[in-house]
């Protein structure tokens, strides 16, 4: 079982990554020092709540999404999603596309 700090931690290096940032372009954006970044990343810190604002902040987003964890030993499915979008062409793309907001319709009715 993995501890609150380095699951908070895992999370926080997924998103950076998700970003294509490093821990020092996560440091400037959250006003942070690099080396805390990567402590943190590392669940050696215990992350204060002024903190974990900080890094919501420079993650772009709410604070209970830094708590949304995943079973570590998959990917986050928009990670997934992601990376298969970017394997497509963009006539595949607009074929996706259209079908989503067809499916997406239908499941309103």
């Not at 999603?81 to 259209?98: H, K, N, T, V, W």
Request: net charge positive; aromatic share 6%.
């Amino acid at each position: 079982m993995n501890s609150i700090r380095k699951l908070l931690g895992q999370r926080i290096r997924t998103l950076r990554e998700q970003f294509g940032w490093t821990q020092e372009q996560l440091a400037e954006r959250a006003d942070l020092h690099p080396n805390y970044i990567g402590q943190v990343e590392r669940g050696l810190k215990n992350v204060s709540l002024d903190n974990i604002h900080k890094l919501a902040i420079g993650l772009r987003m709410d604070m209970s999404q830094l708590f949304a964890f995943e079973d570590a030993a998959k990917p986050a499915l928009s990670s997934r999603i992601s990376q298969m979008l970017q394997q497509c062409s963009a006539e595949d793309l607009d074929f996706l596309m259209q079908h989503i907001e067809h499916l997406l319709k239908w499941r309103q009715k």
